[in-house]
């Protein structure tokens, strides 16, 4: 009783001064979302998929203040990529910085004003699969920006995208408190790339829901901004059709505290979830993927591959859990956690599960935890390697399983240069 009153307290210092939107087609949801927030308050280190990172700092009524982190003469991410770029700055859209989106050649309307309308094709998704989400974990922090959020961007896609989608995220002020929530629906046999990068706000809360139809192609590259005192919050929910592709992965480098969770539902037969991330930590850093994949379809394929270097007592978190209902005969799930600790002081932190129902499947888990070989570093620096670039290059080595997730080359080679750069402003 004392844990229930506990989160119901945070839950009402949270929701202070906040009251829900008075939109249209989506007050339905926002009510629903409510409802749902209630019962469940605010997460807690009490909770079993939250004992490993405290979401003090996410719950708290007010955003903590971040510095704002400026990376100088560096490139922006994906700068060489033919893209339609949607800045938001501290939360909010910056139309100013923005391109035309009718560029992308795909149907793109504002949360903020799409909202005030009776009626909009994101009626059926927003808040849908949030709240298919919320069992058997509860998620309170995706609930929170369900009912609350008035910024994001709804995306639907009816053939192939002219142009990637890329959203970028500017952190402008100390204390900003930002939450984004984005609704992208692929139609059958459409394809769509979107980008993300930036830290967003001193505090993020996001939340992305992606309605794959069959045949549909998805394919989602995030690289979360440098900040060093930022504290992000992100979920991503997706429902996988027959035959359709997934493809999602994060690059994180420093954040004072990061919790990227992932629920994936592979409703039709034949299809595929493809989920990685790499993440970079130095001192205080704390970087948690929780990830929930249930294949419901025959013949699905997913795949789960994290990788983690922590240095100076940053600390790496990986919870991933393949769920195999009944009948989804002839499954295919992989899942790798793995982290390299630079030293003594980091630690890593995992929880890789599987549950199956069905007969009649191939699905595997690891995860492991090590320094870098020894043997390897010394035959490098016996042929003519400094010591610093023969760790970086074992590095990189490490984390290439995760990067190969990208499809295409050219962003996947923009993500190596990224990290090459990060070894070398941090050589040990």
């Given at each position: 009783m004392a844990v229930l009153a506990a989160k119901a307290n945070a839950l009402t210092a949270r929701l202070e001064g906040m009251s829900l939107p008075k939109d249209g087609w989506s007050a339905p949801a926002r009510k629903e979302a409510l409802a749902r927030l209630t019962e469940m308050g605010l997460p807690s280190k009490r909770d079993e998929y939250w004992r490993y990172t405290d979401p003090s700092t996410l719950t708290a009524s007010q955003a903590a203040k971040a510095a704002v982190f400026h990376a100088g003469d560096e490139p922006p991410v994906f700068d060489g990529v033919d893209r339609v770029k949607l800045v938001f700055v501290d939360g909010v859209f910056d139309p100013s910085q923005s391109d035309d989106p009718v560029l992308a050649?795909?149907?793109?309307?504002?949360?903020?004003?799409?909202?005030?309308?009776?009626?909009?094709?994101?009626?059926?998704?927003?808040?849908?699969?949030?709240?298919?989400?919320?069992?058997?974990v509860p998620r309170a922090l995706a609930a929170l920006n369900t009912a609350f959020s008035t910024q994001g961007l709804l995306i639907r896609a009816t053939a192939k995208a002219a142009r990637p989608i890329s959203l970028i995220y500017i952190h402008d002020s100390e204390g900003s408190d930002a939450m984004l929530h984005h609704c992208i629906k692929v139609e059958s046999g459409a394809e769509l790339t979107v980008l993300e990068n930036g830290p967003a706000a001193a505090r993020i809360n996001q939340v992305m829901e992606v309605d794959l139809a069959d045949g549909a192609r998805f394919h989602h590259i995030r690289a979360q901004g440098r900040d060093h005192e930022r504290r992000a919050v992100?979920?991503?929910?997706?429902?996988?059709?027959?035959?359709?592709?997934?493809?999602?992965?994060?690059?994180?480098?420093?954040?004072?505290?990061?919790?990227?969770?992932?629920?994936?539902?592979?409703?039709?037969?034949?299809?595929?979830?493809?989920?990685?991330?790499?993440?970079?930590?130095?001192?205080v850093f704390h970087h948690d993927d929780t990830i929930f994949i249930t294949h419901a379809g025959e013949r699905c394929e997913s795949r789960q591959v994290f990788k983690k270097v922590l240095k100076n007592g940053a600390v790496g978190v990986f919870q991933g859990k393949i769920l195999v209902k009944q009948g989804a005969q002839k499954t295919d799930g992989y899942q790798i956690s793995q982290s390299l600790l630079l030293d003594d002081d980091s630690q890593f932190l995992a929880k890789p599960e599987l549950e199956i129902y069905a007969d009649d499947v191939k699905c595997s888990h690891g995860s492991t935890s090590g320094a870098i070989d020894d043997t390897a570093l010394f035959y490098l620096q016996s042929r003519g390697v400094p010591k610093s670039t023969a760790q970086s290059l074992l590095v990189l080595a490490f984390l290439a399983e995760a990067i190969t997730e990208i499809e295409d080359e050219a962003i996947g080679d923009d993500i190596r240069s990224r990290l090459d750069g990060?070894?070398?402003?941090?050589?040990r």
């Open positions: 050649g795909v149907e793109i309307t504002h949360l903020s004003d799409a909202g005030r309308a009776d009626i909009h094709w994101a009626r059926d998704l927003y808040g849908v699969l949030e709240a298919r989400g919320q069992n058997p992100t979920h991503i929910f997706a429902r996988v059709g027959a035959g359709a592709l997934f493809k999602s992965f994060t690059l994180t480098a420093n954040g004072q505290m990061t919790r990227n969770e992932a629920v994936i539902e592979l409703i039709g037969d034949d299809g595929q979830a493809h989920i990685a991330g790499a993440a970079l930590g130095d001192g990060w070894l070398n402003r941090h050589e």
